[in-house]
């Protein structure tokens, strides 16, 4: 009995600990942003790795979700005789929810993976405490980069996917299924608000890069620094990533747009 | 991880095509292109009742639109619903005896104004008023008054 309720509190304690040493990773970092400002190249290099290399992913899947909205949108629509709105659901859905929250849950899977195990592989082969004997601050050089990095990139990422998911959804409403194409784009241009969608998605998807990378980074960084350790850790990324970025996007969502 | 020039090309390329598709966004998906700046110059009309007519609805003359609707107030002293239309630059020409009037696109569809215009020599200038309105036809009362007909007949 007490064992339990001792191993509960262990628990807890364990968590607390675990948040309190995330959070003071992040005041880290962030007091690292003016020494990157310093060496802007260091930055480049890990827009490279977070954003241009996740291109492809994003824009193939944005192009199907685009497809696959719009494909399911007409069967819907078109049984209450409205399928011009067509192009109003496929770009709201998109721009909204989709675009922001399916480019986190694809960038957490291929770049916050890839950052927990190399900096968790950088802890176990001792780069870290190397670069500290150096008297470089391995915060400063390795972390903060690659948090600016992922938050420069995923709401660039969201966009290109909300873009190229429009097309997609233009080209098999009107190429295919043939809706009309002036409807299709007027009242997707009447309905859709440029502060309120497009703005609000862009606001989501900074939360959601800056949630995702900084997970990434806290879990590399607090890896156990072993083999075992490292893999544990990449999974609990992409987890714990998903899970903040479904839960924060229905607290975003009721602040934004539950009226 | 390729040489620093490619690198720098190919993130200039992703940033360039992350805008790119931000611009995309809120000129082709949004309304912005239809809002952008506050140029034109504006109309106003009174009706009874607007219906639920919103804020950047659009003005159509003869079906093709020309303004939208800028701003929807209640004008206390007339009990009258005051609406202001903020007209395309390119449309000059609107005579002062022109007749707005409240209808709805389709069966579901939202509500518009359409100006039908008159046979004036005199245009209308910015801030003036359309003194003919014809309010929205609300269908409770459309209901109302075919039952209260009805009834009246026997």
Redesign the interface.
Known sequence: MLESLARLGRLGLHALARIGRGHLLLLAILGGSASLAARP?LL??Q??NI??LS?LIIVVSGLFVGMVLSLQGHYVLSQFG?AESLGVMV?ASL?RELGPVVTALLVAGRAGSALTAEIGLMKATEQLSGLEMMAVDPVKRILTPRFFGGL??M???A??F???G?MGGWFVGVGLLGVDEGAF?SQ???????RE??VNG?IKSLVFGWVVTWIALFEGHDATPTSEGVSRATTRTVVHSALAVLGLDFVLTALMFGD | MPRLRTLEILVGAFMAAGFLALFFLAMEVSNLSADVGGDGYRLQARFENVGSLKVRAPVTIAGVRVGRVEAIDFDQKRFEALVTLRIDPRYQQIPEDTIASIFTAGLLGEQYISLSPGGSEVNLVDGGLLEQTQSALVLEQMIGQFLFKKAEEG
């Open positions: 190249r480049l290099a827009i490279y954003g241009v291109v409205a770009a721009v420069v990139s709401p660039l990422l966009a290109l909300s873009a190229v429009v784009w997707m241009q009447n309905k859709i608000d440029f969608d497009i862009v």
